[in-house]
């Protein structure tokens, strides 16, 4: 029949229809758009700068303790004036007050000088030791290695003593004339029945020493001891019942001073007043 629209047919254009106007009805809405809030970041922490003033004191430091550890290596502990390690270490403290490794550089010439002291010591110098050891006591003189060494010094004046100076060029060649000292002193030693102490550079060095010295008294047993020590020598210890030894012609006696005689032939060393370095600070000067 003409005109007639099947029924599947007439409910897929009214489905058409039905969609295009909802198009149409949607179409005059407007879409409104609301934006998010941003989130607020903190921002990254100021780095604090340093002003010129602060720079120039750190290099000031570094300066000074670089200066001061080349002064102790020189073993220029507290002197010439005004060039040495004490004194640049107390710069050091003015400019910062806790400075560890100045502090501790203190300490290093503290022990340094009781170290000089032993070898002072060693070869009877004990009016030079009394004095190395007043300088370390500037550092510190409740430290337990300073007492200690004023015991020892203590104990080595209640004894007078010989020190018989080694060549260290002819040690180092192992010399036949100072082998024949060697000798001399060994035989010397036996008569007198003296205890000496055998001052070398390095033990390989002492054992030679002493081998020669037992050698020459055809083994018989010597009371002695070695010691490390940077002035090559053999201080004997005396008894006040040991002769005097006899000296040949073409060898110097050995050095023997009275305590009078070693003050007058030694010079003291200056010591600076300065405060110790942990119960005060360095005072400006």
């Known amino acids: 029949m003409k005109g ?48 010129e003033s602060e720079l120039r004191r750190q290099r000031r ?41 100045a502090l501790q550089g203190l300490d290093e010439i503290a022990l340094r000088y009781i170290a000089l002291a032993d070898e002072a010591r060693n070869k009877g110098q004990y009016d030079q030791a009394s004095a190395l050891l007043d300088r370390s006591a500037r550092l510190g003189a409740q430290r337990t290695e300073l007492r200690d060494a004023r015991e020892r010094l203590a104990q080595a004046r209640k004894n ?25 002193i060994a035989r010397d030693l036996l008569r007198r029945d003296a205890t000496f102490l055998i001052n070398a550079r390095n033990d390989v060095e002492g054992r030679w020493i002493y081998k020669v010295m037992h050698d020459a008294v055809g083994g018989e047993r010597l009371h002695g001891n070695i010691g490390i020590n940077g002035t090559p020598g053999i201080l004997i210890a005396l008894n006040a019942a040991s002769p005097t030894p006899a000296n040949p012609p073409d060898t110097a006696p050995p050095t023997t001073l009275t305590p ?15 405060h110790p370095a942990r119960a005060a600070r360095p005072a400006a000067q």
């Open 61 to 101: 430091l570094a300066d000074l303790l670089y200066a001061a550890k080349r002064a102790y290596d020189d073993n220029r502990l507290m002197t010439p004036a005004g060039n040495n390690a004490y004194d640049t270490y107390a710069d050091v403290l003015r400019l910062d007050p806790d400075n560890a490794v």
């Open 260 to 274: 009078a005689e070693r003050a007058a032939q030694q010079t003291q060393p200056r010591v600076l007043e300065q």
């Open 160 to 184: 007078p003593v010989e020190f018989h100076a080694l060549d260290p060029a002819q040690l180092s060649a192992q010399s036949p004339a100072l082998v024949s000292e060697l000798e001399r």
């Open 4 to 51: 007639f629209v099947p029924m599947q047919k007439r409910g897929a254009v009214a489905l058409m229809m039905v969609l295009a106007l909802s198009a149409c009805q949607s179409g005059n809405k407007r879409m409104v758009y609301h934006p998010q809030e941003p989130e607020e970041v903190a921002p990254p922490p100021a780095v604090a700068a340093l002003d």
